[in-house]
């Protein structure tokens, strides 16, 4: 069936770089993403989305790039820092669908070196 | 902000015991949604409710049962664990007319021995 997917299970920066988490969903008719931050013992928390008449969205430090032709997220983060160690998960929707449900991709852990 | 709330952070049960995961939400969301969370799988649907009474199936109904009497509370019952359901649980919730952001609780862990 469809799915949403994410290419690195890990990913390990250096504080105060920039940090880039992938994600690969596979249903076309998706028209909705959002990315979640789950830190540890914690339920995951929104970040930011992006409907899919948009490439790109900026938040504080945050930026999600969408690349519908090859059905391509991405979450960039500004200047990691050690608070940014988490689980990110990408979750995306095709609406209207039942219950509005979100298809969760498997997350990527981000460890941040100080 | 929302609040969703989850009755217990850790649980741990015997195999056959009738398990009860209870949830909260305080901002009048309609929508309510039970998943399980195990490592390498991410997070599956168990079942979601639209509304008061209202439940639907999600993609692992089995062995789960779900009750919405109230709109703020959305209950997920094991009615006989087993070890297989050891797992984290996640309550979410949502705002039907406004779009598509789920807000979750912290998280139940359940262990069933």
């Known amino acids: 069936g469809e799915s949403v997917g994410l290419h690195l299970p890990t990913l390990s920066v250096q504080e105060g770089d920039n940090s880039i988490i992938n994600c690969a969903y596979s249903?076309?008719?998706?028209?909705?993403f959002i990315w979640y931050k789950q830190e540890s013992g914690k339920g995951p928390q929104f970040i930011i989305d992006i409907r899919s008449n948009m490439d790109k969205r900026q938040g504080q430090r945050v930026t999600v790039l969408l690349n519908k032709t090859v059905k391509h997220l991405s979450l960039q983060i500004a200047a990691t820092q050690p608070g940014d160690s988490a689980v990110y998960f990408c979750a995306e929707t095709e609406p209207p669908n039942a219950g509005n449900m979100l298809t969760f991709g498997g997350g990527t852990r981000l460890m941040v070196k100080p | 902000d929302v609040k969703v709330t989850q009755s217990s952070r850790y649980l741990v049960k015997r195999t056959g015991e009738k398990v009860f995961l209870e949830c909260v939400q305080d901002m009048d969301h309609e929508n309510m949604f039970w998943y399980r969370q195990d490592p390498g799988l991410g997070l599956r649907l168990i079942y979601f409710s639209y509304d008061v009474k209202m439940k639907e199936k999600g993609d692992i109904p089995e062995g789960y049962s779900v009750s919405r009497e109230k709109k703020e509370r959305f209950s997920l019952i094991l009615e006989s664990a087993s070890t297989n359901q050891t797992s984290m649980y996640l309550c979410?919730?949502?705002?039907?007319?406004?779009?598509?952001?789920?807000?979750f609780g912290p998280g139940t862990r359940l262990t069933v021995t």
């Open positions: 249903n076309s008719a998706s028209d909705y």
């Open positions: 979410a919730s949502r705002y039907a007319g406004l779009g598509y952001e789920q807000y």
